[in-house]
């Protein structure tokens, strides 16, 4: 993926989107939160292969969870805009 940094050095918000990290995920990256800039246009499988490139911890618990884009849950194939939050969320168990 491509990156575009502003001249302070961080990155562009045209490309930026946000990833929200809870249970196993939040641990396995030790972080809240990351930020990925993807080139567009991306798509939430594209957001889940940077993430795992970003961080390879992530890759083994990728598979396993649900993603939701900007509270509502998506596909693969659903496209990301700019300063979408993407939320990765561990499988639930119940008995």
């Known amino acids: 993926m491509d990156s575009v940094h502003g001249t302070d050095g961080r990155m562009s918000d045209e490309r930026r989107v ?19 800039e993807l080139s567009p246009p991306a798509t939430a499988a ?9 961080h ?3 890759a083994p618990l990728l598979p396993r969870t649900r993603v939701a884009v900007n509270l509502e849950y998506v596909d693969a194939r659903t496209p990301l805009a700019p300063g979408d939050e993407i ?3 561990p499988p639930v168990g119940g008995g």
């Open 18 to 36: 946000v990833v929200r990290l809870f249970g196993p995920a939040r641990e396995a990256a030790g972080a809240a939160s990351v930020e990925l």
């Open 56 to 58: 390879p911890a992530l």
């Open 87 to 89: 939320a990765i969320l």
């Open 46 to 54: 594209d957001a889940m292969t940077e993430l795992a490139r970003a």
